[in-house]
């Protein structure tokens, strides 16, 4: 379970470099720790960032099996691939779009342009794939 940290009222919080999480027993609002070039750290509830886009994802594709994640783009442009039953569908984000990736899809952001990206993603449950470098 990742660690969180309480919120003091009237903090100031960079969505772009904090997470958000909005626990589901209690309902409050906690910092939710992330690690810096690895899938985001998920709570029993949503966590939601900004994250600046400056390169494709520390990973190759993620699943949340808790509920539908909200992806909205505030600035550039992102591709972002649903791996459904049916075959792949590739949803083409710009500034100011969004898309809800469904509960249980596959999916992965590859980046079109910089920018910057809002998320609001349920857990606490979901997994990542490694990313494979070519040797």
């Known amino acids: 379970m990742a660690t969180t940290h309480e919120i003091q009222p009237g903090r100031r919080i960079d969505l772009a470099q904090e997470v958000v ?8 609002a906690r910092i939710v720790e992330q690690q ?10 949503f966590t939601i ?5 400056t390169g494709d994802a520390p990973h190759d594709g993620e699943v949340h099996p808790d509920g539908d994640e ?13 791996e ?19 509960k249980g899809v596959w999916h992965k952001i590859t ?9 609001i993603t349920p ?4 997994d ?4 494979v470098r070519p040797a």
Do not use: S
Request: proline share 8%; hydrophobic share 45%.
């Open 111 to 119: 980046m079109r342009d910089p920018g910057q990206l809002i998320h």
């Open 70 to 82: 909200v992806l909205f783009l505030i600035c550039g442009a992102v591709t972002v691939t649903l």
């Open 123 to 126: 857990g606490p449950n979901g």
């Open 36 to 45: 810096a070039g690895r899938a985001p750290e998920r709570i029993d509830g």
């Open 49 to 53: 960032g900004a994250p600046r886009i």
């Open 128 to 131: 990542a794939r490694p990313l």
């Open 84 to 102: 459904l039953a049916d075959g792949d569908r590739l949803v083409e984000l710009g500034a100011g779009e969004a898309v809800v990736v469904p």
């Open 21 to 28: 999480g909005l626990a589901r027993a209690d309902r409050l």
